[in-house]
């Protein structure tokens, strides 16, 4: 389902092509009101209800094991030189933007390299950025039906040396509400204050 891309060109074009995709879903639920988010509003657009994957614990995990919580989701693999690390020190600094409101909310980077991040791989990685940020890791199926629900591009690359690899992927940031519903996609440029913005807007009430 997820090819190696053949150039940097094509890479770049099936990565922008997902975001085209993800902001042609954006049409508000009559249930849920218009907010003004810093990234795309994509309220009902159902975005990774099909969530499953396995925790840095071991244990299954979908959606509706956070609910009542916002959830923000990244997807990256820890041997990344510089977007994740980068994406998950913009993410460390909108937790601590929030303040007391940072207990209500779960990021989770969700590995485009399963192979690689085990559950305890990933708990040492996510946990150098932020001791609560948890990981999500699985088997190939589980991160192909995670990817697919979220409209997340990945693909396997040809690393610096024979028998090495990389990997490509989407950069985007997701902001699930306490009730499981994506709200709001931003740029993976997105910045700690516009991240710790759109978090607030839909935190659960007091």
């Known amino acids: 389902m997820f090819k190696p891309a053949a150039t940097l060109i094509k ?12 902001l042609s879903l954006n049409a508000c639920s009559p249930d849920q009101p218009t907010l003004p988010f810093k990234g795309s509003d994509i309220t009902g657009s159902h975005l990774g209800k099909d969530l499953d ?8 995990r979908s959606l509706k094991d956070y609910k009542g919580k916002v959830v923000v989701g990244f997807f990256g693999f820890t ?33 485009v390299d399963p192979a ?33 629900s979220f409209k997340a591009f990945y693909a396997r690359a040809p690393g610096a040396k024979p028998g ?11 902001i699930i509400d306490p009730q499981g519903e994506a709200r709001s996609l931003l740029r993976g440029d997105a910045t700690p204050e516009e991240l710790a913005h759109d978090i607030r ?4 009430n007091p």
């Open 164 to 174: 090495q690899y990389t990997m490509d992927h989407s950069s985007s940031f997701y």
């Open 53 to 60: 994957m396995v925790d840095t614990a071991g244990q299954p």
């Open 79 to 111: 041997q990344c030189p510089d977007i994740c690390p980068t994406a998950m020190t913009q993410l460390a600094q909108a937790i601590d933007l929030l303040g007391p409101d940072a207990s209500k909310t779960q990021v989770l980077m969700i590995t």
């Open 116 to 148: 690689r991040d085990t559950p305890n791989v990933l708990k040492d990685y996510v946990q150098i950025f932020h001791d609560d940020f948890d990981g999500l890791t699985g088997s190939e199926a589980q991160l192909a039906k995670t990817a697919k």
């Open 11 to 22: 890479r770049c074009l099936a990565l922008s092509g997902v975001a085209v995709l993800t």
């Open 201 to 204: 807007l839909v935190l659960p």
